[in-house]
């Protein structure tokens, strides 16, 4: 039975960050915020939240040292900062990196006793710190989702926290902090909220309210492909791709990701290919493989998509991301051995074996 809980509270639009300071003064009068180096300073979204905070009257320090594909030493480092300054709660800026690891802080601050061998377990009884986001990329969806992914270097992948004590309390979501992202960044980053959704309408977790979400969200996407492409977005155009993104986390928080995240990982963890980038080079041949078996549901996607065929759509993405790495099929069939043992694998409408997953990964990255 396909059910949806999302219980964040979603304010969207420009200035909302700055218009939230009585929202974070009542939610908490002492702060960790956390970003990564840059990008949260380039974009203007961390003078817009210490802004705020400075005039709702809390106290806040600053934790800047999450980069990309945060690790679990990094939650733990976070967490004793928030501990250390006393923090009643956590504002986590930027795209999923900061977000992931800035809910994963506010968990593990709040049990103190966590191991890291048990920060996957789903058994928190310290409960977690209420977390804000502030999301700066149109892609993760984190804003609005029950997980966090984080590098977990004991098992060679990412592997996911999953709890609703992690959904954020607020999301502040403002497309405005998009015009300072690199054209890669942006690409690879609706690439990746594109994925969520087209694996959340494909999932065996799918209903009628995640659909509705997921074809919005497709349909928002599709219809600025173009813009996309030629790096020429506006702001309409912008602030439509930041709510797609946002839809897709809904989507995702109740669906959960499919096969393309699970193969997706070790394109991450071992080759260093940025998360949406991996995705949008393994979805074409998921949805060719989906074709044979829930022919109806892929062909909504194409249609909503504005695609005519797949083939349409994998030269529309080959284009979008550019050349493609080189692999060997050695390698793939490690990286499909590993993907079969995802939990996200149960997800699937159908279920792919190990075998499956090796083709549907060498038809799309050694054809």
């Not at 058994?123 to 029950?146: F, M, N, Q, R, W």
């Not at 996407?221 to 996309?228: H, P, Q, V, W």
């Not at 043992?341 to 279920?351: K, L, T």
């Not at 997953?357 to 050694?366: K, S, V």
Request: charged content about 15%.
């Amino acid at each position: 039975m396909a059910g949806y809980f999302m219980p964040t509270r979603v304010h969207m639009g420009a200035g909302v960050v700055r218009a939230a300071a009585a929202s974070l003064g009542e939610t908490a009068g002492r702060w960790l915020v956390v970003t990564s180096p840059h990008a949260a300073r380039a974009c203007g979204a961390l003078d817009d939240a210490c802004a705020a905070l400075d005039e709702a009257g809390c106290s806040y320090e600053l934790f800047d040292g999450v980069t990309e594909n945060p690790t679990i030493a990094c939650a733990y480092e976070g967490a004793a900062a928030a501990r250390e300054a006393g923090a009643e709660a956590i504002l986590a800026i930027g795209g999923g990196s900061p977000m992931d690891a800035g809910k994963a802080m506010a968990l593990i601050a709040a049990n103190p006793e966590l191991a890291p061998e048990r920060l996957f377990s789903g058994d928190y009884p310290g409960g977690c710190l209420p977390i804000v986001c502030v999301p700066t990329t149109a892609g993760t969806g984190s804003e609005v989702t029950k997980a966090s992914i984080l590098t977990n270097d004991a098992a060679q992948t990412k592997s996911s926290i999953s709890t609703p004590l992690i959904f954020p309390a607020l999301a502040l979501v403002d497309a405005s902090y998009l015009t300072s992202l690199s054209h890669p960044t942006m690409v690879n980053t609706v690439v990746d909220a594109l994925s969520h959704a087209v694996e959340g309408y494909l999932s065996a977790g799918a209903g009628p309210v995640t659909d509705a979400l997921a074809l919005d969200a497709i349909a928002r996407i599709g219809a600025r492909a173009r813009g996309l492409a030629e790096g020429a977005l506006d702001e309409g155009a912008r602030a439509s791709l930041m709510a797609a993104s946002t839809e897709a986390g809904m989507v995702i928080a109740n669906t959960g990701t499919t096969a393309v995240h699970a193969m997706g990982y070790s394109l991450t963890y071992f080759r260093h290919i940025p998360h949406g980038r991996a995705n949008g080079l393994l979805l074409p041949a998921w949805l060719s493989w989906l074709a044979e078996r829930v022919p109806e549901r892929v062909r909504t996607v194409l249609d909503t998509l504005g695609a005519d065929s797949l083939a349409t759509l994998a030269t529309s993405l080959g284009e979008l991301l550019g050349p493609r790495e080189t692999f060997d099929a050695e390698e793939l069939a490690d990286y499909a051995r590993r993907a079969a043992r995802a939990g996200n694998i149960a997800n699937c409408p159908v279920r792919p074996e190990a075998a499956d997953l090796e083709r549907i990964m060498r038809a799309a990255l050694l054809a």
